[in-house]
């Protein structure tokens, strides 16, 4: 197949929200480039892009299709995306990896993900296309949808069609960039193109005016043609479209029936002639800050940004050309890991087809085969060049359960497959946890963790259990108690014997060193002879203060002390949970000159810890999380009812393009199934993020709850 040069190709994610017809707009596209001879349909299960097991049972898109097609002599690179948010992180990697984002509305207009959509490109400086599908549902309104979608977006929405009829009868529309009919018959296909009708004329005219001042205003020279002559030629208004895309001065918007191929193949043509070529793009930085340009004549450097599992071939590695040109057989280096790669074999990419090429130049997405080591996120480089790639970032995980195999002897099985299916989508996270001694496998939602766990049962045949997360409490204490306690053994031979008194205070950063405490009648003076400070892994820290006089215990006893208050403090007194931010002050004690030894001395500190800590006022500390939550209007008492519910507390609400945009704080124990309860509550109208805050005390009610029950797990 044709190899293309840098200054020939486009990329372009194709992204929207479930159900606004991504998988049919592909397959057409594909059908017009003549890449398929016949359009697949996803009732059927034989689309060029949803060709997964697991995407052919839900019906919905897991992972990005890879394609490409030509128009007007040039290579137009597609990523099409799945639609719910649970899979956002092919969307973000697919729009790193292009220039031009696809944004894809049905009927139902804007939504809260075409918004997300919308401010990832917003983020990555990402020029848009807007493009309304579905005109043959009965419900499209193009009038309000286009009113709606400016009120959103702004004035930089520029139409360039509109459609002469709308609903199941859709055959037509003006097109106001080249001011034609465009009208098809019942079967879509090729359009008849013809001069725009005498009752149409006034209004094209009107928008095409104003589609020609958006592509002028961002070229000097083309702005003063067009105050001198009030037109420009139609190469000139693309070209000023270009720029204006380029600089996000101006995101177009079009129309198409992708069920019935209408209006695709006059997209292409745009997209061929008007999106902005790859090097007409700012240039990405490698890990080091340097600034990497799509040169062909550079030396090769690819990024590798999504893996494929496939039945019968294995992996499928999917890469950038960052710079340079890559060719079949060619040597390169593995800046991840150090090893060396053989390119066998080169393809560009068409859904579940590839076809092979001999070279690839900057710019260009393919794939390839049969690599020994190269992992998603890897660079591989020839003897020239020494880039390295992180420039994607995903979105922290919103949905947290415990995975475990029904078979503990699967364990290590399992986890060899989560690990491989966090290489096609690195939004799904294992982590084995030491505190809440689980393995959790955390993602974007519900149904993005449900389909690891079909994939895990019906393709690796691994039967698994999913349960709600422990919460990583904290215990601490409110005020200064103590204690003592004598560890004495004696079993034959040499004994066991440690008493250690000692207390224990909460501790905030720059409180005074100790001088005296009172308990009941007593006064003890304390004189502190040495200070350990311990910054804890889990957070917070435990002071250790020695004043012992007089030789009750040795010196060299100390550290086994310490260590017996620390062992105590990763399994705190009241739910096991780790305890912070405590003063220890070990102020007496006794040994044996025979049988004290470093073991006692650690239980006896143990124990007495223990005793003083649930004397101290013992609080226990849970995690809050700031939530943001975007939801239309009309929801919005729904929403916020059943974070009062959760025990949230609402910071704050603001309106952001006909949405609402709610902050909150809420605990993390409440959070278990809130992905699942939003889209409840709202049909799937809203999304959030959240990411931890801080840990506050618990309510004395659900403290109580939390230790009566590790009272009886203990039992």
């Known amino acids: 197949m044709k190899s293309y040069k840098t200054n020939e190709i486009k990329n372009i994610a194709i992204l929207g929200n479930d159900g606004t017809g991504k998988t049919t707009l592909t397959e057409s596209i594909l059908f017009e480039a003549g890449l398929i001879n016949r359009r697949g349909r996803i009732t059927a299960k034989n689309t060029a892009s949803d060709y997964f097991p697991v995407e052919q049972e839900y019906g919905y898109s897991v992972f990005s299709t890879v394609f490409h097609a030509e128009a007007n002599g040039k290579k137009l690179n597609f990523i099409d995306c799945p639609g719910s948010d649970d899979f956002v992180g092919a969307a973000i990697t697919s729009l790193n990896v292009t220039d031009t984002a696809l944004i894809l509305m049905g009927q139902a207009g804007v939504e809260v993900g075409t918004q997300n959509h919308f401010r990832y490109t917003e983020k990555l400086g990402k020029p848009v296309i807007f493009l309304l599908n579905q005109l043959d549902d009965e419900r499209f309104d193009y009038e309000s949808l286009v009113e709606k979608t400016k009120a959103v977006f702004g004035s930089k929405v520029i139409p360039v069609q509109y459609p002469l009829n709308s609903g199941p009868g859709f055959n037509a529309l003006i097109d106001v960039l080249v001011m034609k009919k465009y009208s098809w018959g019942a079967d879509g296909g090729k359009p008849t193109i013809e001069p725009i009708p005498a009752d149409q004329l006034e209004r094209a005219t009107e928008m095409h005016k104003a589609l020609v001042e958006a592509a002028a205003e961002h070229d000097e020279s083309l702005m003063e043609k067009f105050f001198d002559s009030d037109s420009l030629t139609e190469d000139e208004i693309r070209e000023g479209m270009r720029k204006g895309m380029t600089a996000r001065g101006i995101f177009p918007l079009f129309l198409v029936c992708a069920g019935k191929d209408m209006g695709v193949n006059r997209l292409m043509e745009f997209l061929g002639n008007v999106v902005p070529f790859v090097d007409e793009m700012p240039n990405v930085s490698n890990t080091a800050g340097e600034e990497v340009a799509p040169d062909p004549s550079a030396p090769v450097s690819l990024f590798f940004f999504k893996t494929a599992m496939e039945p019968h071939i294995g992996e499928v590695q999917y890469f950038k050309v960052m710079s340079g040109t890559v060719t079949e057989g060619m040597d390169l ?107 959790l496998i955390k993602g974007q939602g519900e149904f993005h963790v449900r389909t690891l766990k079909w994939r895990l049962e019906n393709l690796d045949k691994i039967q698994i259990e999913l349960n709600p997360q422990r919460i990583p409490y904290r215990e601490t204490i409110t005020k200064a108690a103590r204690a003592d306690y004598r560890h004495k053994k004696q079993s034959g031979g040499a004994g066991q014997f440690g008493e250690v008194h000692l207390i224990v205070e909460p501790y905030t950063e720059g409180m005074p060193a100790p001088t005296v405490y009172r308990f009941g009648n007593q006064e003890y003076r304390i004189t502190p002879r040495s200070t350990d400070v311990t910054e804890l892994e889990w957070g917070g820290k435990l002071v250790f203060i020695n004043s012992v006089v007089g030789g009750a215990i040795d010196t060299r006893f100390m550290p086994a002390i310490l260590k017996g208050v620390l062992e105590r403090m990763e399994r705190g007194p009241l739910t096991g949970s780790y305890a912070r931010d405590v003063r220890v002050i070990v102020y007496d004690g006794k040994m044996h000159p025979v049988d004290s030894n470093e073991i006692s001395f650690m239980l006896a500190a143990r124990n007495a810890f223990s005793q003083a800590f649930r004397e101290a006022g013992p609080k226990i500390l849970e995690p809050i999380y700031d939530v943001e939550i975007l939801v239309p209007g009309e929801l919005m008492g729904d929403v916020m009812s059943d974070l009062q519910g959760r025990r949230g507390l609402i910071m704050g609400m603001e309106s952001e393009n006909g949405y609402e945009k709610l902050s909150a704080k809420v605990p993390l124990a409440e959070m278990a199934n809130y992905s699942t309860a939003l889209s409840s509550i709202t049909g799937s109208r809203a999304s959030f993020s959240m990411k931890f805050a801080s840990y506050e005390l618990v309510p004395q009610n659900v403290q109580d709850d939390l230790v009566a029950a590790n009272q009886e797990n203990d039992d």
């Open 333 to 439: 280096i593995n800046s991840n890991r150090g090893s060396k790669e053989r390119i066998g074999q080169l393809f560009t990419c068409a859904g579940a087809q590839r076809f092979k090429v001999d070279s690839m130049q900057a710019g260009d997405i393919g794939c390839t085969v049969k690599l020994k080591d190269v992992k998603t996120g890897d660079t591989l480089n020839d003897k020239n060049a020494d880039h390295s790639f992180s420039f994607i970032k995903y979105p922290a995980p919103k949905y947290i359960r415990a995975i475990k195999p029904v078979n503990e002897s699967d364990n290590e099985k399992m986890m060899a497959a989560i690990y491989r299916m966090s290489q096609e989508d690195p939004t799904w996270v294992v982590e084995q946890n030491k505190e809440l001694r689980q393995t």
